[in-house]
């Protein structure tokens, strides 16, 4: 708490400004760094819940789709976007209320229904399909990411059109690799979620 309140400075503009954008990062951004995942999982996985209890996980596919295309553009595709006034004027609009949908539930409904996809054991894809695609995914990824940094200078971006098909073909072949649980890698398990929460507090207060 003392780092988060340092670094992101809630309160410079007065109590009730402050807790109005507290409260908007702490429902739609981040508190304390890289924690926009925490709060777009909760989101996209309480709305994927409830949808798909009245639409099918075909349309749901297509509509997350959609809605991380709309991310990809902010992340990626910024220079071109810059170039047409009226979607400027869609995106600011839209961060007003919410945050950046590269740092939100816009970016993680995709992920959120594919999972629920592999989870209801539905995806039945052979060894070989998965090797080809993947291979494929990967270099048309790199082409993507090329073809971007060519464009605009940007070579660290969080969405890519590509990354969809590489991440899917990917974990299509690590989902079938079995790992026994032992001490080793329930002590794993655990720090993860303490790597993930102190990691930028760590990196900050150590780089000082």
């Avoid at 990809?72 to 869609?90: A, G, M, Q, R």
């Avoid at 989902?175 to 649980?181: F, Y």
Wanted: glycine share 4%; with cysteine; net charge positive.
């Amino acid at each position: 708490m003392p780092y988060t309140l340092y670094i992101q400075q809630y309160f410079a503009e007065g109590v009730i400004n402050g807790i109005l954008i507290f409260t908007k990062s702490l429902l739609f951004g981040s508190t304390f760094p890289a924690s926009w995942f925490i709060q777009a999982l909760i989101v996209s996985v309480t709305i994927v819940f409830w949808a798909s209890k009245r639409i099918k996980n075909r349309y749901l596919l297509v509509l997350s789709l959609l809605i991380y295309c709309f991310a990809i553009f902010k992340s990626s595709y910024w220079s071109l976007v810059e170039e047409l006034p009226f979607l400027n004027d869609i995106y600011d609009g839209y961060e007003l209320v919410f945050s950046s949908p590269v740092f939100n539930a816009s970016s993680a409904f995709v992920w959120i229904v594919i999972g629920k996809i592999f989870a209801e054991k539905k995806i039945r894809i052979s060894n070989i399909f998965t090797l080809i695609g993947g291979l494929m995914s990967a270099i048309l990824l790199y082409a993507e990411w090329f073809f971007v940094r060519t464009i605009n200078g940007s070579f660290n971006n969080d969405c890519y059109f590509f990354l969809i098909p590489t991440v899917f073909f990917l974990f299509q072949f690590v989902r079938h690799i079995n790992l026994s649980s032992n001490k080793v890698t329930r002590f794993l398990g655990k720090c993860s979620t303490l790597v993930y929460t102190t990691h930028m507090p760590t990196i900050t207060v150590v780089s000082f």
